[in-house]
């Protein structure tokens, strides 16, 4: 039920709607505690800044899922 994203050190409850549908989350579910800040926004700010499109493009290799 739960999905721990290691490449951004996210962590979300998995919806089980039949797709990939997730809602993060910034607090341990079991005691509260706050999560580390995830990287997502830092990487795809480092990603902006050397002009490349992560929807678009392939990411160089340490931007990678787990990089």
Excluded: K
């Amino acid at each position: 039920m739960i999905r721990f994203g290691a490449g951004c050190q996210e962590c979300g409850l998995i919806v089980r709607d039949g797709g990939a549908s997730g809602i993060a989350v910034g607090f341990c579910p079991w005691c509260g505690q706050g999560l580390p800040e995830p990287r997502r926004d830092r990487r795809l700010g480092e990603l902006e800044r050397r002009g490349i499109d992560p929807w678009e493009e392939e990411a160089p290799a340490g931007f990678q899922h787990g990089g």
